[in-house]
């Protein structure tokens, strides 16, 4: 096995989706409408005021969500196609206070991490009361990530959906 630099495997992994933006919707979004909708059939929608969508692409998956949104995410390209607020960011440097959302959403983007412990615990500091994180059964990495989400988010439910492990952590 080669190994490259996470530096360019960032720029790889945004020059990628900076490619396939005007696409996106297209490409990933009935999969991932559909798994949102799954999540948002789990969480008591009333409690939601204000949510982050971390590495959320376009945003179209969310949209169905209640509460006032913030995108998180690196590709310019895919936040220029969000509705709503969208900002330039990476999970593990999230640009905000602690506990400054109900709820934080992070959809099948964690194996694009290049630091997912870290990127799981900001998710934590930044919420109020819950965070939802998917990861893609076919990542490369899927083990090693399953284990470290199951650490960090302690007691979680766990949803076994088509593509993805589905984890919902609550405060």
Not at 95 to 116: E, M, N, Q, R
Not at 131 to 146: E, F, G
């Amino acid at each position: 096995m080669v190994n490259i630099p996470w530096t360019t495997v960032e720029t790889s992994t945004n020059n990628y989706y900076n490619s396939i933006a005007d696409g996106y919707n297209e490409l990933h979004g009935q999969e991932q409408r559909r798994k949102a909708k799954l999540v948002l059939s789990k969480l008591e929608q009333s409690d939601i005021d204000g949510f982050l969508d971390v590495g959320g692409g376009t945003g179209y998956a969310t949209e169905i969500f209640p509460g006032k949104r913030v995108l998180l995410e690196p590709s310019e390209k895919l936040r220029a196609k969000a509705k709503g607020a969208a900002i330039e960011g990476v999970a593990e440097r999230l640009p905000f206070p602690d506990k400054s959302f109900s709820l934080v959403v992070c959809l099948t983007a964690i194996h694009h991490f290049k630091d997912p412990k870290k990127a799981l615990s900001e998710m934590k500091r930044v919420c109020q009361r819950q965070v939802v994180v998917s990861l893609l059964k076919k990542a490369q990495n899927y083990r090693k990530l399953d284990s470290v989400i199951r650490k960090i988010l302690k007691n979680c439910e766990i949803l076994d959906d088509l593509h993805d492990m589905i984890y919902i952590w609550n405060r």
